[in-house]
């Protein structure tokens, strides 16, 4: 690979950027179909009812209204699928209650869709929706893991008793006991990891069309994996075959795992164009929006540290309870499972871990992936109690990491995963240094001469991207491959286009996959266009998450590429006279070894496609597909140093420093993976600090607006000290690893840890996210008495 | 139903709305503006920035009607033919966007604070876009891209 101005390595301007800076992005509300009508989703104001009758007479005689359709008119629909079975301790598979897209007899949370209704404009469709008498018939409501836990507590489905879904276990539980009968200290912790709500700034849309002429369907939708929606929503839920069924996912205005699961919505929109042979529009209100975009995290778990008399780790015991929500959303059941309990080995040798998930049916919305899944939880958690560890062994909480840091690769951890490559001391020291760790006492007491608590906080992580070769995920209970699709099309002057199954919804794979394409073929930058989003040109895919579109996408485009090299190395032998075994490509050219003698690739493209001179029985065109199943996760790793001040007259927390060192593997494009990185840590910072979601007992959502929900903004976070330390990833031809979830895994427990750091001279020793004024003017107060 | 008529990216344009459309609903839906995104209904998030007589508006909470004879700059009208305007350009430069939602109305925000202040410190920036949500970039090359943006407006758009 040879570096240039634009190829791999080099911080190239975004291709995307232009049309999103001028206005001529096409993201799915821009999209109008001519004829097309309006959907309006009336949904539930109640977190538990069952539901006595509808009448929908005096909405469908409003103005502009053409049809209304409820649950029972659905009823012949097939639900909405999940995506993995769980299986618990016992064997047995999960319980998995069917979905409706529209509800039918009963509403399972406050925004659950119950009807549709289709005008000529979105305000006769609002308005008209107004005038449909439901009759709520109410039932008590579990809004909690604590509720729906609770002896005699309501069922939000007959066949979970319990409200449980499954009960689940990861590691070794007897070699985890015989650790702690061993140990000469034992800490715990007990923790709660906030609920989340992911708020991509772009809300939910999509239009479906129908074409009675061709049976075709078309739906465009804000998701970041189409291929995926069409796989559920045609085999599943609708019954349609793919070659009648295309979705598109054009510009997408952020998704952060909100956009990955298959929704009612789409459903009913789909089939509903159908019904009308028109074309159907919704636009989610972000009111709505706060009630229906799956939430996140949502974790209630205590652990248990084994340690010796050194402070190396013998033993990790983790029991956690999930909160799933109402209905099982795509990914929901894996993310407090698989993404979640294989995670706890961290960067530590601890030789035996074991971890047990129950997870809960509740009254809200259904909870799924959100930047990180699951192993922000994991870390969090991991971190918070090493940190109390080095606290209760009188240790420093550096040096108790350093301690048990792995450092033979390849590993394999008590918890099913190999890490392949890494080195944690490099972006330990590295963060250190960064951070002027040393230095920190000083910058303590400037704080404290000003009245200010300051402290600071570190933590060491690992994640587990890219998940990962299909037949283990199979086996874990995925109902989907985890393989990716990449294609390269080599037209015949020479310019190329590139199709890929991952989706870009502003992480730059039109920038990014290009400059690997253009490295690797010798061609222009500017020559290359990354076509993603639409299952009519794409072969197949499985979308975003995860951090997995360069580690799984890219590595599918780089052996496409390969592939387009060792049929352009048989044209040129034929046109060189040459045999294929002497023919070399470099630079964009074919060249017969030790010779001077070359074709260009533009030349091969041509004779491709006009192959009058051609190798006998060599297929015309250049433009070759691969499918690539990764052979193992990757393993990003890092390490995290925030600082803050705390106001103790206020409880005001400010962040005033964060540094991150991390190792994720080649970096194809430095800007794009430091704006990953800034993305994560804002997002982490808002976890730790300001965001979360609250239910009322009686399932109300109580912050249901930007006025009740804080989301980071400009002048609550730094700038950020970013730096890095790269080992390749040993499995994938690329080295890379994934960038798009450390901030949000990484930094969560560096802010608590901070905190607390800055409290503890005033006796406050435990702190829960988020770390709001309120709450920490209250721990300082009781700290007090 | 009234007409109104302003003049949008330089151009006259008139249209019937209602008494309640909004101005961002006739950008939209009346002319066809996409640019200026709709991302919450609390005037909170800032995707719907646009410029009436020079200054930044959420056109989510203005109505079209207010706007009758106006001036209206949306993100369309701010580059000159293919020329990206210096705030567009140091939003590419700076890597100040990843999924482009937020950056419509950032950018209309941005120039609008240069016009005031051609060299604002990282601190006026941040508050400054106290209006402005972005969930992707952390605000940190956001930050960068305003200063140097309105660096290079040289304190006029
Ligand atoms: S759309 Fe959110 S402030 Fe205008
Ligand atoms: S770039 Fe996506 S919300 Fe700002």
Known sequence: ?785 | MPTVTMTVNGMERSGNVEGRTLLVEFLREHLGLTGTHVGCDTSQCGACVVHVNGTSVKSCTSLAAQADGAEVTTIEGLANGSDLHPMQEAFREHHGLQCGFCTPGMVMSAVDLANQNSDPSEHEVREWLEGNLCRCTGYHNIVKAVQAGAKAMGGGS
């Not at chain 1, 929908?56 to 909405?80: K, Q, W």
């Not at chain 1, 700034?201 to 009675?212: H, K, L």
């Not at chain 1, 970013?722 to 798009?740: A, F, S, W």
Request: contains cysteine; charged residues 20%; glycine residues 10%.
């Open chain 1, 1 to 785: 690979m040879s570096a240039n101005g634009s190829g791999i390595g080099a911080s190239v301007k975004r291709k995307e950027d232009t049309r999103f800076l001028t206005g001529r992005g096409r993201y799915t509300d821009d999209i109008n179909l001519p004829g097309q009508l309006y959907g309006y989703i009336l949904r539930s104001p109640v977190a538990h009812a069952d539901i006595g009758g509808i009448d929908t007479s005096a909405a469908a005689a409003a103005p502009g209204v053409h049809a209304i359709f409820t649950g029972s008119d659905m009823e012949g629909v097939g639900g909405i699928p999940t995506g993995w079975l769980i299986h618990s301790k016992d064997g047995e598979p999960m319980v998995e209650p069917g979905h409706p897209a529209l509800a039918l007899g009963k509403v399972r949370y406050v925004g659950d869709c119950v009807a549709i209704v289709v005008a000529e404009t979105r305000e006769q469709a609002k308005e008209a929706a107004n005038l449909i008498d439901v009759d709520y018939q109410e039932l008590p409501a579990v809004a909690s893991i604590e509720a729906a836990e609770a002896e005699g507590a309501a069922q939000v489905f007959d066949e979970a008793p319990g409200n449980v879904c499954y009960d689940w276990e990861v590691g070794d539980r007897a070699a985890t006991d015989a650790a702690f009968d061993e140990a000469t200290h034992v800490v715990s912790i007990d923790v709660v990891n906030n609920r989340l709500i992911p708020n991509a700034i772009e809300p939910r849309a999509a239009i479906a069309n129908y074409d009675p002429a061709t049976g075709d369907y078309t739906l465009y939708t804000t998701s970041q994996n189409p291929h995926l929606i069409r796989l559920l929503l045609g085999a599943f839920v609708l019954g349609l075959p793919e070659h009648k069924l295309r979705i598109v996912a054009p510009d997408v205005g952020g998704g952060f795992g909100s956009k990955i699961p298959h929704y009612a919505e789409e459903a009913i929109l789909t089939w509903t164009a159908g019904q009308l042979g028109r074309p159907v529009k919704w636009t989610c209100e972000r009111i709505d929006a706060f009630k229906s975009d799956t939430h996140g995290r949502d974790h209630i778990s205590t652990a248990r540290l084994a340690l010796d008399a050194d402070g190396k780790f013998l033993g990790l015991h983790v029991s956690t309870k999930a909160n799933l929500g109402a209905y099982l959303s795509t990914f929901a059941t894996c993310v407090p499972t698989y993404l979640y309990g294989i995670l706890f080995a961290g960067p530590y040798t601890t030789p035996a871990v074991y971890c047990e998930v129950k997870s809960f049916f509740t009254n809200t919305v259904p909870v799924d992936a959100l930047r990180g899944a699951g192993r922000p939880e994991a870390t969090y958690l991991l971190e918070r109690l090493v940190e109390k560890a080095a606290v209760e062994l009188g240790m420093d909480r550096v040096e108790i990491r350093r301690k048990n840091f792995i450092r033979e690769f390849p590993y394999q951890t008590p918890v099913a995963l190999q890490y392949d490559q890494g080195d944690y001391d490099a972006t330990l020291d590295l963060a250190l240094k960064a951070s002027d760790w040393a230095g920190f006492e000083a910058r303590r007491a400037e704080s404290a001469a000003r009245g200010k608590c300051r402290g600071i906080g570190i933590s060491t992580f690992i994640e587990a991207c890219g998940i990962a070769p299909s037949a283990v995920v199979g086996s874990l209970g995925a109902r989907a491959g985890l393989y990716e699709s990449g294609s390269v099309r080599v037209h015949p002057t020479g310019s190329v286009s590139v199709f890929t199954g991952t989706h870009s919804h502003g992480q730059g794979h039109e920038t990014t996959f290009a400059q690997i394409v253009s490295d690797m073929l010798g061609v222009d930058f500017e020559a290359v266009d990354v076509v993603h989003g639409d299952s009519a040109k794409i072969p197949f895919g499985m979308g975003t998450y995860g951090s997995r579109s360069l580690a799984v996408g890219g590595t599918a485009i780089y052996l496409a590429v390969e592939k387009v090299i060792e049929k352009g190395k048989k044209i040129a032998a034929h046109l060189l006279e040459a045999s294929v075994e002497d023919i070399e490509f470099e630079n964009g050219s074919f060249t017969v070894a030790g010779t001077d003698r070359s074709k260009s690739l533009g030349e091969v493209a041509l004779t491709a496609y006009v192959p009058h001179n051609y190798p006998e029985g060599l297929e015309p065109g250049l433009e070759e597909t691969a499918f690539y199943d990764p052979l193992n996760f990757t393993f990003p790793a890092g390490t995290h140093v925030a600082e803050v001040e705390v106001d103790p007259e206020t409880g005001e927390v400010e962040v005033v420093a964060v540094t991150g060192a991390d190792d994720v593997g080649r970096i194809i494009n430095p800007m794009i993976v430091d704006g990953q990185l800034h993305g994560g840590l804002a997002h982490g910072i808002g976890q730790a600090l300001l965001e979360e979601c609250l239910y009322q007992d009686d399932g109300q959502l109580q912050t249901g607006s930007y006025l009740d929900y804080t989301m980071p903004r400009a002048a609550d976070l730094p700038s950020f000290n970013i730096n890095h330390n790269t080992t390749l990833c040993t499995h994938n031809p690329l080295g890379v690893k994934g960038v798009g979830e450390v901030g949000s895994i990484g930094v969560p427990p560096a802010v608590i840890n901070a905190v607390i750091d800055a409290l503890r001279p005033l006796g406050v020793n435990d702190m829960a996210m988020p770390a709001t004024s309120q709450k920490v003017w209250q721990a300082i107060q009781q700290a007090q008495g």
